[in-house]
């Protein structure tokens, strides 16, 4: 026995043991704090463990079981463990383990560094045999990793000449006096980090031990308290496990930045109040599609510097590229795909059929919602910063265009067995790590089998996009309806082809092993657009609204989708039951948010959240927004806003879920190249994308080291590799930009008031210019916070300002007052100016706003 670190002592019993010897150290009484993730394996799943090279493992009998393959010269040429343990320098840990083997052999027990340069803590050999022992060792560690920091600790079973199965169990490493951490404390007051709006509900949740009101205080930029109020005890929040009072500061309309609540000494993060705090959110969630483009180069003019990379999967070295994707192994399909483009469904390089079909419906539907009710102008031509913006055809439109294409080539050929029906997806033979950039993926790609839910996603998608293109492109319009109807038809002649739910290495499953809302959503589009398909709509069990519940609708719960077009964009067929529907589904998510201490408009049927919670809340904040345009009842607006608070920060984690908005925003998404958390010299999530939210199951390691007993809505955190809960998908996505662009267009029109006057100068040079605003209170009442609001009609972009905090987005330009000149006396002013580069003609902007509020030209 070679050991390393550690103190042991062998004893004999009915199995062979090593038993402990005491630690002179060790506090007494001191907490058991357990570091190793399923030691007993009693789940049936190995997860967090990993097998290393020569090796493969699974989990059976309950034991954890390796094959070993032999003629390896090193223990460590043959590993299996898990990453993200952690130890303290100086504190005592205990090992135990059992442990037997098909052949006798030695095993390396390891505790150490999982990186370059794999320093090692401690390091036993012990004989493991055909009779099952239980090893019992310790040791005191001589480095500091934190919870899912580089510690790690693992097995070592090379250096063997032959092959071998090593099984172990129970085990358990008991040591540290730091308590597992879980997400980062919130305070107290929670608020829609980004802002609220004047004219609607502005509300916080504050968790206290208080059974009684507590009088809270809303201050203003400078620092003054600007209103005052007492709290309203709302009792127990089971969702967070709280005691939760409701602040109302709804009263206050006063437009402004740097607003903080105050209640005792627990004090808010800022928010602002305007009529504009949300119009900037429905591009940015927008862009994210973009910057999910496989395919083509995602270009500086359009995201900066900071976001722009190489084609992913264009058939440079080392990719090997998207254009002639053969099946992935044991599926003998005779032939390869070209299926470049689409968007990359999160944070890994995988593109999904039954992902991307929900995310293409979800914006297009989008414009033919804003059509019937909103303002199609907002997300009309030139709105995004696309390559296909000024063509003439909706820039979401041309968006969704990009995957749809996609979708298209995923459909088996004609003449081919299966032929009209979509393969599931396409994605690497094998996982890539954190981080990869997609033009550095070397993997070979891969298609999966057709399924029937895939083949029903793209017919349904493609012929709303068929009714929607035809004004813009007649061809492409005829194409995508064909291919609709070739899809359709294909899947009722294979009704039952569900994906293998075991096909999950290199990318998501994605198995649904019910269709039958795949196809009433699909017969129902097909019914809008052409106004075939009736009875295949009627005859539907799910007919008449019945697939709205207060979980909500996702990609394996697709039925809702097509009662929204029906409703949408009616026929002969009445509408009014799954109107009914609609409206009852909205009364349901409104009581649920006000009997909660966080606004979230979801429920199941245990409790729990589940993974891609937030795309849940999201798609029921569209019930709410859907609900208003059918009635105009403000409750319903109310609910949609407020489910938008708890998205932006009024939630127990007190995080905004959307990066780039809000005080504290999610970060180190789970993505592949928003990698900062991995590698610094990558970027952080551009501004708009959704995080996926509390997970109460716990479904990554990193949520199982860090978030143990967590509270419901507790589970989360901010970490790149807790996929199951800070991963980013394009559905999820697109039911924020749903959500969002309702929000901008309902922001209810800003009181008439002339209390403003801005005087804009500008010198300009061949690549730039230089700005200065005056502007003025021409108003009765002092400014206690400011935000001057306009938009360049060009392509200029600011570099550098001075006087106020500046921000730009696509062309809408912001600033924000400084603490030294927030406060405005009437018949006062303030002077700021800014940097810009421009490489075309400067035309001054036409309206400037203070707060929301149209100013006159000086």
């Known amino acids: 026995m070679v050991i390393t670190g550690w103190r042991v002592l062998l004893s004999s019993a009915l199995f062979a043991a090593v038993a402990v010897v005491p630690e002179a150290s060790a506090a007494e009484g001191a907490a058991e704090y357990e570091r190793i993730v399923n030691g007993d394996f009693s789940a049936g799943g190995a997860e967090p463990w990993w097998a290393g090279a020569n090796t493969r493992a699974s989990v059976a009998g309950g034991e954890y079981c390796v094959d070993v393959t032999g003629g390896t010269a090193n223990g460590y040429d043959a590993l299996s463990g898990q990453n993200g343990v952690p130890y303290e320098a100086g504190q005592s840990y205990t090992l135990k383990f059992d442990a037997r083997a098909t052949v006798a052999q030695p095993l390396s027990a390891v505790a150490g560094e999982a990186v370059d340069p794999y320093r090692q803590i401690a390091r036993t050999d012990v004989t493991v045999t055909p009779v099952k022992q239980t090893f019992?060792?310790?040791?005191?560690?001589?480095?500091?990793?934190?919870?899912?920091?580089?510690?790690?600790?693992?097995?070592?079973?090379?250096?063997?000449?032959?092959?071998?199965?090593?099984?172990?169990?129970?085990?358990?490493?008991?040591?540290?006096?730091?308590?597992?951490?879980?997400?980062?404390?919130?305070g107290p007051l929670r608020v829609n980090q980004v802002g609220y709006v004047p004219g609607l509900p502005k509300q916080a949740s504050l968790a206290t031990g208080s059974a009684t009101p507590l009088p809270w205080t809303l201050r203003d930029g400078a620092g003054a308290p600007v209103a005052t109020g007492r709290t309203t005890p709302k009792g127990h929040d089971a969702a967070s496990d709280e005691n939760i009072h409701l602040i109302d500061f709804s009263a206050y309309e006063r437009q402004g930045s740097g607003y903080r609540l105050v209640v005792g000494d627990a004090v808010s993060p800022p928010f602002a109040i305007s009529a504009t705090v949300m119009t900037g959110l429905r591009y940015d969630s927008l862009a994210f599609f973009y910057h999910q483009r496989s395919g083509?180069?995602?270009?500086?003019?359009?995201?900066?510097?900071?976001?722009?990379?190489?084609?992913?999967?264009?058939?440079?070295?080392?990719?090997?590229?998207?254009?002639?994707?053969?099946?992935?192994?044991?599926?003998?399909?005779?032939?390869?795909?070209?299926?470049?483009?689409?968007?990359?469904?999160?944070?890994?390089?995988?593109?999904?059929?039954?992902?991307?079909?929900?995310a293409a419906w979800q914006l297009q539907n989008s414009y033919e919602r804003a059509v019937r009710f909103g303002d199609k102008a907002a997300l009309g031509d030139g709105t995004l910063a696309i390559p296909e913006r000024s063509n003439g055809v909706p820039d979401v439109l041309d968006e969704a265009r990009w995957e749809l294409e996609f979708l298209l080539s995923m459909q088996v050929p004609d003449g081919r067995p299966l032929a009209g029906m979509a393969h599931h997806k396409i994605h690497d033979e094998q996982w890539t790590g954190l981080p990869t950039l997609p033009h550095e993926d070397a993997q070979p790609r891969r298609l999966s089998a057709p399924s029937t839910a895939a083949t029903l996603n793209l017919a349904a998608a493609a012929a709303q996009a068929s009714r929607l293109w035809a004004p813009y492109d007649a061809a492409f319009a005829t194409r995508a309806l064909s291919a609709a109807e070739k899809a359709y038809a294909a899947a009722k002649a294979h009704p039952a082809v569900i994906a293998d739910p075991g096909d999950g290495t290199g990318g998501g499953s994605y198995s649904d092993p019910t269709v039958a809302d795949e196809f009433y959503w699909a017969a129902a589009e097909l019914y809008v657009t052409t106004g075939r398909y009736r009875a295949d709509v009627t005859d539907s069990p799910l007919f008449g609204g019945k697939s709205f519940n207060q979980r909500g609708f996702d990609w394996g719960a697709t039925g809702a989708l097509g009662d929204v077009s029906l409703v949408l964009t009616p026929r002969e067929v009445s509408t009014d039951v799954i109107?009914?529907?609609?409206?009852?589904?909205?009364?349901?998510?409104?009581?649920?948010?006000?009997?909660?201490?966080?606004?979230?408009?979801?429920?199941?049927?245990?409790?729990?959240?589940?993974?891609?919670?937030?795309?849940?809340?999201?798609?029921?904040?569209?019930?709410?927004?859907?609900?208003?345009?059918?009635?105009?009842?403000?409750?319903?607006?109310?609910?949609?806003?407020?489910?938008?608070?708890?998205?932006?920060?009024?939630?127990?984690?007190?995080?905004?879920?959307?990066?780039?908005?809000?005080?504290?925003?999610?970060?180190?998404?789970?993505?592949?190249?928003?990698?900062?958390?991995?590698?610094?010299?990558l970027p952080t999530a551009p501004p708009g994308a959704l995080s996926g939210g509390p997970n109460s199951a716990l479904q990554d390691p990193v949520a199982q080291r860090l978030l143990p007993g967590c509270a419901p809505q507790r589970c989360w955190v901010d970490h790149i590799e807790a996929y199951s809960l800070n991963e980013v998908t394009v559905n999820w996505n697109s039911a924020f930009a749903w959500l969002s662009n309702w929000v901008a267009e309902r922001v209810p029109p800003p009181a008439t008031a002339a209390g403003c006057q801005v005087t804009y100068r500008a010198s300009t040079w061949q690549t730039g210019l230089t700005a200065e605003l005056t502007v003025k209170n021409t108003g009765t009442a002092a400014w206690n916070g400011w935000t001057v609001a306009f938009a360049f009609g060009g392509a200029e972009r600011v570099t550098h300002g001075w006087s106020a905090k500046w921000t730009q987005k696509d062309s809408a330009v912001q600033a924000d007052n400084v603490p030294w000149n927030a406060r405005v006396e009437p018949g006062a002013s303030v002077t700021v100016g800014f940097n810009a580069d421009n490489t075309g003609a400067h035309r001054s902007p036409t309206q400037f706003t203070v707060g929301g509020e149209r100013c006159t030209l000086g």
Not at 629 to 658: E, H
Request: net charge negative.
């Open 136 to 186: 019992t060792l310790t040791f005191e560690s001589t480095l500091d990793f934190p919870a899912a920091g580089n510690g790690q600790f693992a097995f070592w079973f090379g250096g063997q000449s032959f092959d071998n199965t090593v099984c172990v169990d129970n085990v358990s490493l008991v040591g540290g006096v730091l308590p597992p951490p879980g997400v980062e404390p919130a």
């Open 296 to 358: 083509t180069p995602i270009e500086a003019r359009y995201v900066g510097e900071e976001y722009a990379r190489p084609a992913g999967h264009a058939n440079v070295a080392p990719n090997q590229g998207d254009d002639d994707v053969p099946c992935r192994a044991g599926l003998d399909c005779g032939y390869t795909l070209d299926v470049r483009g689409g968007w990359y469904d999160a944070g890994d390089h995988g593109k999904y059929v039954v992902n991307g079909g929900i």
């Open 579 to 681: 109107r009914s529907a609609i409206v009852a589904t909205a009364d349901a998510h409104l009581a649920t948010m006000a009997s909660a201490g966080h606004p979230a408009p979801y429920r199941t049927g245990d409790g729990g959240y589940e993974w891609g919670s937030n795309g849940l809340v999201a798609n029921n904040g569209m019930v709410l927004g859907l609900a208003h345009d059918l009635t105009r009842a403000v409750k319903y607006r109310d609910g949609a806003f407020a489910t938008m608070d708890y998205l932006l920060g009024r939630n127990p984690v007190g995080f905004s879920y959307v990066s780039g908005w809000g005080d504290r925003p999610v970060r180190n998404v789970h993505h592949r190249h928003w990698a900062n958390q991995a590698d610094p010299s």
